[in-house]
């Protein structure tokens, strides 16, 4: 089992940088996939970004939702147990609650659905004015 605690949230102008980072527990971080959702007022959530597991693997996968491509930057730190979302070239309509995921992951993937993620974090607010 794996907790998780996203921070890094905050109120930036559009076209700023912000940069979120989760730090997760437990001893078996690299072989957890991991990735970022958001969800913003009245809408559901959504997929942000994702990265494949470690763990003997040379190298990771990513991918990313296609409204955030080229500005976002998902990577993980297996020796410190945290993976980071930099955001750059923020619009408003990237205001949302960003969430942490994790699973367990038997390969090299990268996951996109929420429902295939076992755990989340409480969210941190991120708000980009215009």
């Known amino acids: 089992q794996v907790q998780l605690a996203e921070s890094g949230g905050g109120l930036v102008q559009a076209g700023g940088s912000l940069r979120l980072s989760c730090a997760a527990s437990?001893?078996?971080?690299?072989?957890?996939?991991m990735g970022w959702f958001r969800q913003a007022p009245g809408k559901e959530r959504e997929f942000v970004a994702s990265?494949?597991?470690?763990?003997?693997?040379?190298?990771?996968?990513?991918y990313y939702a296609d409204s955030v491509r080229g500005r976002f930057t998902i990577s993980r730190d297996n020796a410190k147990n945290t993976v980071a979302l930099q955001m750059n070239s923020l619009k408003p309509e990237d205001t949302a609650v960003y969430y942490c995921?994790?699973?367990?992951?038997?390969?090299?993937?990268?996951?996109?659905?929420?429902?295939?993620?076992?755990?989340w974090g409480q969210g941190t607010q991120v708000t980009v004015s215009s």
């Open positions: 995921a994790a699973t367990i992951s038997g390969g090299n993937s990268y996951y996109t659905r929420s429902f295939e993620y076992a755990y």
């Open positions: 990265i494949s597991r470690s763990g003997g693997i040379t190298y990771y996968i990513t």
């Open positions: 437990g001893r078996t971080f690299s072989s957890y996939a």
